[in-house]
């Protein structure tokens, strides 16, 4: 096991102590290929989209290293996948830089503890999955200290603030990139970085079965089918369903048949939206499904209104044509704006990995109910705008289709089995 060090007291005349420790033969263990009953993993994730990503590597990792300890911040897949959780992932689930500032004193409070006790239980590696606020700051420290650390999914380097790629190195021993644009932008900074894959395109078929979908959620209906999906955050669900709903009941009004779809993401979402949904009236046909069955509602529509984020590039994987619409609150636009910080044509995905305008984005003030229709409308009336975006999808579908918790799994192991990444 690790040996350490205890910190001595600091002095206001003198710089903090730090506490240090040496990774108990790492290298040894992994480069054998042996299990070893001690080998230690901390893990930290945010939100629904770093909780699927960690349970696909933990699942990875204990193939590897089947006798692994993992224990850290995370979610019920993660719980599921064998991690020992000292706090749930949705603690960190804050949006913006107005939201971020408004829970800092207890983020930072979270942080503080959190880095300690991860420090005190010796792991040798720490995997900040996503949440790139808090991980990397964690990551820092760990590193500091001796620990090995790895970042598994990118900040969005390629849109905004390249600059931060030096920074997010010093933080990471190795970064586990998404999409196959990221690596080129680290190694001009010189910042080991490996492209994986993204599990979503190895975990939905290149040809999802749409009528198996609506048999299975009982979308029986002649009508077109619309999704809405107005993200995983209590704070994006204020913003944008209100929005959503009424742009649905314009879309509506054309198609009186229409059939809407909403996955709730979690419990805490699904509480809010049907206040909202009592409040601002109800739309012809809607029906609520656990988020669990997020995917299917998504193969199963016609069209998908959502908010960007991760689940922008689901629903392409899904094959399925879209509108974006997103609000961030008023702040954080205003600095995004005054400022430049977004250097990126697109903020979808679909978008960015295509390098084209494939979908529309609606943002900020353009993000209207009537906006919102008229592009819903625009795909369920146009069948060959939409046979002549799915070729596009698929092509970007099969890039990214890489194995990438196998991947991902694999570029841990390598590191912990390079003697010279020891810090």
């Known amino acids: 096991m690790p040996s350490s060090t205890k910190p001595r007291p600091n002095s206001p005349k003198s710089p903090p102590a730090v506490?240090?420790?040496?990774?108990?033969?790492?290298?040894?263990?992994?480069?054998?290929?042996?299990?070893?009953?001690?080998?230690?993993?901390?893990?930290?994730?945010?939100?629904?989209?770093?909780?699927?990503?960690?349970?696909g590597l933990i699942e990875a990792l204990k193939q590897r290293f089947p006798d692994a300890e993992f224990a850290g911040i995370g979610g019920p897949r993660m719980r599921e996948a064998g991690l020992q959780c000292w706090h749930d992932a949705q603690e960190l689930a804050v949006m913006g830089l107005s939201e971020v500032i408004a829970h800092l004193p207890r983020l930072l409070k979270l942080r503080k503890g959190f880095r300690q006790r991860v420090l005190d239980w010796r792991p040798d590696v720490f995997i900040g999955i996503d949440a790139p606020d808090f991980?990397?700051?964690?990551?820092?420290?760990?590193?500091?200290?001796?620990?090995?650390?790895?970042?598994?999914?990118?900040?969005?380097?390629?849109?905004?603030?390249?600059?931060?790629?030096?920074?997010?190195?010093?933080?990471?021993?190795?970064?586990?990139?998404?999409?196959?644009?990221?690596?080129?932008?680290?190694?001009?900074?010189?910042?080991?970085?490996?492209?994986?894959?993204?599990?979503?395109?190895?975990?939905?078929?290149?040809?999802?079965?749409?009528?198996?979908?609506?048999?299975?959620?009982?979308?029986?209906?002649?009508?077109?089918?619309?999704?809405?999906?107005?993200?995983?955050?209590?704070?994006?669900?204020?913003?944008?369903?209100?929005?959503?709903?009424?742009?649905a009941a314009k879309v509506a009004e054309r198609h009186p048949d229409l059939e809407v779809l909403v996955p709730e993401a979690n419990e805490a979402c699904k509480a809010r939206i049907l206040e909202h949904f009592?409040?601002?009236?109800?739309?012809?046909?809607?029906?609520?499904?656990?988020?669990?069955?997020?995917?299917?509602?998504?193969?199963a529509s016609d069209v998908i209104l959502l908010a960007s984020g991760t689940a922008a590039l689901e629903a392409m994987l899904c094959k399925r044509p879209m509108v974006i619409g997103h609000r961030i609150a008023p702040l954080t636009y205003r600095i995004v704006k005054t400022?430049?910080?977004?250097?990126?044509?697109?903020?979808?995905?679909?978008?960015?990995?295509?390098?084209?305008?494939?979908?529309?984005?609606?943002?900020?003030?353009?993000?209207?109910?009537?906006?919102?229709a008229a592009a819903v409308l625009g795909w369920l009336d146009d069948e060959a705008a939409v046979a002549r975006l799915l070729p596009r999808f698929e092509a970007i579908h099969r890039e990214l289709r890489q194995d990438a918790s196998a991947r991902a799994a694999d570029a841990v192991a390598n590191l912990l089995s390079d003697p010279s990444s020891t810090p």
């Open 278 to 299: 009592k409040a601002d009236g109800a739309v012809t046909s809607i029906r609520f499904f656990e988020g669990r069955n997020a995917q299917q509602v998504m193969i």
């Open 339 to 372: 400022f430049g910080l977004l250097k990126s044509a697109h903020v979808s995905l679909p978008n960015v990995l295509a390098g084209d305008a494939l979908v529309p984005e609606l943002l900020q003030d353009d993000c209207t109910p009537d906006k919102l």
């Open 135 to 247: 991980n990397l700051g964690v990551e820092k420290w760990l590193k500091q200290r001796g620990v090995r650390t790895v970042h598994y999914v990118s900040p969005s380097v390629w849109a905004w603030r390249e600059s931060r790629a030096e920074k997010i190195g010093a933080s990471a021993d190795r970064v586990l990139c998404l999409f196959p644009m990221e690596p080129p932008i680290y190694a001009k900074h010189g910042v080991d970085a490996v492209f994986v894959g993204h599990p979503m395109a190895n975990a939905i078929p290149l040809d999802p079965d749409r009528e198996a979908a609506r048999l299975a959620l009982h979308v029986r209906g002649d009508g077109p089918v619309l999704a809405l999906l107005p993200g995983s955050r209590i704070s994006e669900i204020d913003r944008m369903w209100p929005v959503f709903q009424q742009a």
């Open 19 to 55: 506490t240090t420790y040496a990774p108990s033969s790492i290298s040894s263990k992994a480069a054998s290929g042996r299990c070893c009953a001690d080998m230690r993993i901390a893990v930290c994730a945010g939100e629904a989209s770093g909780d699927l990503l960690g349970a």
